[in-house]
């Protein structure tokens, strides 16, 4: 079952631990089973608020390890909201001996990727809601816009998302980005081209016409299993007044083709362009910050 049955309303087990004041550690076990104890376990760190009124969940993207500068982002969310970072499957607390670059290469193991993710995200809305928050935001960079689209399109209680440095359309990004080159190097091995890329792509319309219509990209059968992590596929369950795009105008790692057709995708939501690339769009994080605030409030 892709989506399990009771998914938005299960209460994990968890183990919380107090690290000082009003900053908690949690961790539960992940609704996907891939046989790695460490993956296995999600980890968040929660920064909680006496009224518990609103609440964002903050995911990270490629390579943003432990100690990292995103550790110290947690004034991006107002103070009077509470912020929950999660780590993503096979990274920082989760962090496993996969190349995940390597191993984008393997459909099987994206789509399991995907999904595992978005299924801890959707099981962190339930901790939230059940420690009493009441609003819920979500805000990712990145890989993590991308999971962030995938869980905010399945689960209604995500209120608003701030989608940093993100994109849609994998026949754009796998052939285009400079990151994917070890993907790209694998495809080649099996005799996967651009050109049968786009020729199985060509289903994504109609895919996301079905979308529309039954709610639940997980619904609809397909052979090509990339339209059940794109984010195009995700994007006709969001509406684009609750959405804030933040882009870097020079993004080589998320091509600006790939982020255009994303918001085309989402209803052409407001965007915010920087005048730099995805490395450097931290130089302006003041700037971010300041409008991130301004659409959580």
């Known amino acids: ?60 993207g490629l390579g943003m390890e432990v100690g990292s500068k995103w550790d110290t982002y947690l004034r991006v969310v107002p103070e009077t909201i509470g912020a929950c970072y999660i780590d993503l499957p096979h990274q920082r607390h989760r962090k496993t001996k996969k190349d995940l670059l390597t191993s984008f290469g ?4 994206t789509f399991n990727f995907f999904r595992q993710g978005t299924l801890d995200i959707i099981k962190t809305v339930n901790i939230l809601k059940n420690l009493g928050y009441k609003e819920i935001s979500i805000i990712g960079i990145s890989l993590g816009s991308m999971f962030s689209i995938m869980a905010m399109g399945l689960d209604k209680r995500i209120e608003n998302g701030v989608f940093i ?20 190097n694998i495809y080649k091995k099996k005799n996967i081209t651009r050109e049968s890329c786009l020729q199985a792509r060509t289903l994504l319309h109609p895919f996301t016409k079905s979308v529309k219509k039954c709610g639940n990209p997980f619904d609809i059968k397909t052979n090509i299993i990339c339209l059940y992590f794109d984010p ?10 609750r959405v804030l795009m933040i882009n870097a105008f020079f993004d080589l790692i998320i091509p600006r083709k790939a982020t255009i057709r994303l918001h085309r995708a989402l209803g052409k939501p407001k965007i915010i362009w920087f005048p730099t690339d995805h ?7 003041n700037k971010i910050i300041s409008y991130i605030k301004s659409f959580l409030r």
Do not use: C
């Open 279 to 285: 490395l450097y769009l931290y130089i302006f994080k």
């Open 165 to 184: 440095l993100s994109g849609g359309d994998y026949s754009v990004i796998t052939w285009k980005s400079p990151v994917m080159f070890k993907v790209r």
């Open 106 to 109: 393997d459909g099987i193991f």
């Open 1 to 60: 079952m892709l989506l399990p049955k009771n998914i938005f309303q299960e209460i994990p087990s968890l183990r919380k631990n107090k690290l000082k004041n009003n900053l908690f550690e949690i961790r539960f076990q992940s609704e996907v089973n891939t046989f790695n104890k460490k993956n296995d376990t999600v980890y968040l760190l929660l920064k909680d608020t006496e009224k518990r009124s609103k609440a964002s969940i903050l995911v990270h």
């Open 232 to 241: 195009l596929s995700f994007a006709p369950l969001i509406e684009p007044e």
